[in-house]
């Protein structure tokens, strides 16, 4: 299935006071009223369509804010997608959202993860980071600015789960101790996931 329309949406973008999408909301959407994107036609979205294909049926500058949470990951060519998103972004419009950090022990057993993040994943498409290490602004045309990122620490173990959210407290109170933890740290003490947003610039 290409693209599947289940409510008639599309036709009726422009006349929306704000448009707001969920990528990959499954079986449910996180963000109320917000248009549901997946690739499975699940009884929450409205739009079914192959992601890996980007979002061509979303004109330029479309698009308010665009929520993802633990779906980047499973796109084969993040890099693609996140020029289709910046693409349907108006001017000043918000990618928020939440990813698996490659330190989480449970990232590697599901077989549809195709793409690992850390915390530079997202300073490949900014301009401006709020880190000390700098990495190769491969895609020029995208300029992202990286307005939050916290790193989430989270066990399903009660006990575990209590000291891992003293570690989030520290590490997330300046973007050096982020660093800190990242390069000296994250295999002793692994994360969960990352949480972003990004507004386009």
Do not use: W
């Not at 980047?72 to 020029?83: K, T």
């Not at 419009?93 to 599901?110: A, L, M, R």
């Not at 895609?139 to 600015?145: A, G, I, R, S, Y």
């Not at 173990?157 to 973007?175: D, E, Q, T």
């Amino acid at each position: 299935m290409e693209l599947f329309d289940k409510k008639g949406i599309l036709s009726n973008l422009a006349t929306l006071e704000k448009v707001v999408i969920e990528i990959g909301c499954g079986s449910a959407k996180q963000i109320n009223n917000a248009i549901g994107i997946d690739q499975i036609d699940y009884p929450a979205v409205d739009i079914v369509c192959n992601l890996e294909k980007g979002l061509p049926f979303l004109p330029d500058n479309s698009v308010d804010a665009i929520y993802s949470f633990h779906s980047l990951d499973l796109l084969p060519d993040l890099g693609f997608f996140m020029s289709e998103v910046f693409r349907v972004l108006k001017p000043g419009g918000k990618n928020i959202g939440t990813v698996p950090h490659f330190s989480n022990p449970y990232y590697y057993s599901d077989y549809t993860h195709k793409t690992p993040f850390g915390l530079y994943s997202f300073c490949y498409f900014a301009r401006q980071t709020p880190y000390r290490r700098k990495v190769i602004h491969y895609q020029q045309n995208l300029c992202f600015k990286i307005t939050r990122q916290k790193i989430i620490f989270y066990s399903p173990f009660k006990v575990i789960n209590i000291f891992r959210k003293i570690y989030g407290i520290v590490f997330n109170s300046s973007a050096l101790l982020q660093e800190f933890y990242e390069g000296s740290m994250s295999n002793i003490l692994p994360a969960h996931e990352i949480s972003f947003e990004l507004e386009k610039q």
